[in-house]
């Protein structure tokens, strides 16, 4: 073996090794990095359902996905109810929100907006029954004050799960405002 030949078999062991380690990293960052936000896993995926509720009967298209290194989860989602009884001229709702870790309170936080202009920020809470997910809000933006509103999702298998959305005017009791079925289809 000549000693150019010795070089280059040594440069491509050296880079071979290099890529391993690297590819090990990439790994182990990959899998650790949305361990705060790992109760939400379930929901990952584009998801289609129906919906009732005040607006009446309509259907919903969802996505969740993880973004800037798996820190935060954005979801998306598109209501349609058609026009009907209940809501003579129908209705088009869209809705985005960003789900993080608050190390400092150790807790889940939602912030959700909506194309009527409301802003809600929400608080996981603590997890009493496996596979149900609580967020009840903070704070609303651009609604009278004194509102609350609160997300539960009952996780029903890995390709189902329902969310009751509820709102509290003033002084009362939360109650349904919609509640939605929804199926993986991705």
Same mark, same amino acid.
Do not use: C
């Given at each position: 073996? =000549?000693?150019?030949?010795?070089? #280059? ?22 899998? $650790? ?22 607006? *009446?009967?309509? +259907?919903? !298209?969802?996505?969740? #996905? ?9 979801? $998306? =989602?598109?209501?349609? /109810?058609?026009?009907?009884? %209940?809501?003579? %001229?129908?209705? !088009?709702?869209?809705?985005? *929100? ?7 309170? %150790? ?14 920020? /929400?608080?996981? @809470? ?5 596979? +149900?997910?609580?967020?009840? #809000? @903070? ?13 539960? /999702? =009952? ?7 329902? !969310? ?12 349904? /405002? ?9």
């Amino acid at each position: 073996m =000549n000693i150019i030949s010795g070089v #280059s078999h040594m440069r491509t062991r050296v880079l071979g090794i290099a890529a391993l380690f690297l590819s090990i990293a990439v790994a182990a960052s990959a899998q $650790t990095a949305p361990a705060p936000l790992a109760s939400l896993n379930p929901l990952i995926g584009k998801w289609q359902g129906t919906q009732e509720g005040q607006p *009446g009967t309509g +259907t919903v !298209e969802r996505e969740y #996905s993880r973004i800037l290194r798996s820190r935060f989860i954005q979801m $998306t =989602n598109r209501s349609v /109810y058609p026009a009907q009884e %209940k809501n003579p %001229k129908g209705e !088009e709702h869209e809705d985005i *929100g960003i789900f993080s870790n608050d190390s400092a309170r %150790k807790r889940i936080t939602f912030r959700q907006y909506h194309v009527e202009g409301f802003v809600v920020q /929400y608080v996981m @809470e603590p997890v009493e029954k496996a596979g +149900t997910l609580v967020f009840i #809000s @903070e704070s609303i933006a651009n609604i009278p004050v004194g509102y609350r509103a609160r997300e539960t /999702y =009952n996780i029903i298998g890995p390709d189902e799960f329902e !969310e009751i959305f509820e709102l509290a005017e003033p002084g009362k009791d939360f109650a349904v /405002y919609s509640r939605s079925r929804l199926k993986r289809v991705r």
